[in-house]
């Protein structure tokens, strides 16, 4: 994914929140040193015009921290200049997600905008602390 990105990249998805520029490519980056038995399919790709497109996107993964396995489906929108990206929004649904990587309690509290934004901040913690690695 970083080789198709441009400099200037703005990214977002439910997790995260909004990423720029380095934040995106440190995001990748740790997500490959934190997942195991990594599975992508793309497909439905949609040119909506010159600079636009979707596709839809799912993964699969066993996740280091919680070592539970993970499958997401997701609908992204981009941005395309010059052959580069320079704007990616991942949509999907949170609560979903949240269930697989924290199980009961995913269940009981994923829904709530307290565990969405916990898991947000938790996030970009973990993101920064890379980025201070690198």
């Known amino acids: 994914m970083n080789n198709c990105y441009s400099d200037d990249i703005v990214f977002s998805d439910p997790v995260y929140g909004i990423l720029r520029n380095g934040e995106v490519s440190a995001k990748w980056r740790l997500f490959g040193k934190s997942v195991n038995k990594f599975e992508l399919t793309i ?3 949609d040119e909506i015009d010159n600079e636009y497109l979707t596709c ?3 993964i699969s993964y066993l996740d280091d921290g919680s070592g539970r396995h993970i499958e997401n489906h997701v609908k992204a929108f981009m941005k395309i200049v010059d052959g ?9 649904r949170l609560s979903t997600w949240v269930v ?3 199980g009961f309690w995913g269940q009981l509290f ?3 905008n ?7 901040k938790s996030a ?11």
């Open 114 to 120: 307290y565990m969405k934004r916990k898991i947000q």
């Open 110 to 112: 994923g829904w709530t």
């Open 43 to 45: 497909g439905d790709i």
């Open 100 to 102: 697989q990587v924290y």
């Open 84 to 92: 580069q990206i320079i704007e990616h929004s991942d949509g999907f």
């Open 124 to 134: 970009i913690r973990k993101l920064n602390a890379f980025m201070d690695l690198q």
């Open 56 to 58: 839809k996107w799912s």
